[in-house]
Nanobody, 124 residues
Framework: QVQLVESGGGLVQAGGSLRLSCAASGRAFSNYAMGWFRQAPGKEREFVAA????????DYVDSVKGRFTISRDHAKNTVYLQLNSLKPEDTAVYYC?????????????????WGQGTQVTVSS
């Protein structure tokens, strides 16, 4: 079992930055691939970024490439999502997710554990 708690959301102007954190508790954080997803009002939840369990291989949805960066700190059992050059269309609730896998690439689906979400609002 893994428990996930996100933090770092907030209100920011377009062009600004935020850093989201996701603290994981439980066993063997290094055995889990980690992902970030988001859900905007009236829309389905979508994949944003992921990082593999061991090799740190990252994957991003095209709309955030070059603006967002996912990273993880195994010593702190924490995964981060750095959000730069934010746009109003990035406004959403951002969720952290985890799945136990040693696959080279984390993948965009099949996540078993989810956090409660943190709100990101970007004003124009």
């Amino acid at each position: 079992q893994v428990q996930l708690v996100e933090s770092g959301g907030g209100l920011v102007q377009a062009g600004g930055s935020l850093r989201l954190s996701c603290a994981a508790s439980g066993r063997a954080f290094s055995n889990y691939a980690m992902g970030w997803f988001r859900q905007a009002p009236g829309k389905e939840r979508e994949f944003v970024a992921a990082i593999s369990s061991i090799g740190g291989i990252t994957d991003y949805v095209d709309s955030v490439k070059g603006r967002f960066t996912i990273s993880r700190d195994h010593a702190k059992n924490t995964v981060y999502l750095q959000l730069n050059s934010l746009k109003p269309e990035d406004t959403a609730v951002y969720y952290c997710a985890a799945k136990r896998t040693f696959a080279w690439v984390a993948g965009r689906s099949g996540y078993d554990y989810w956090g409660q979400g943190t709100q990101v609002t970007v004003s124009s």
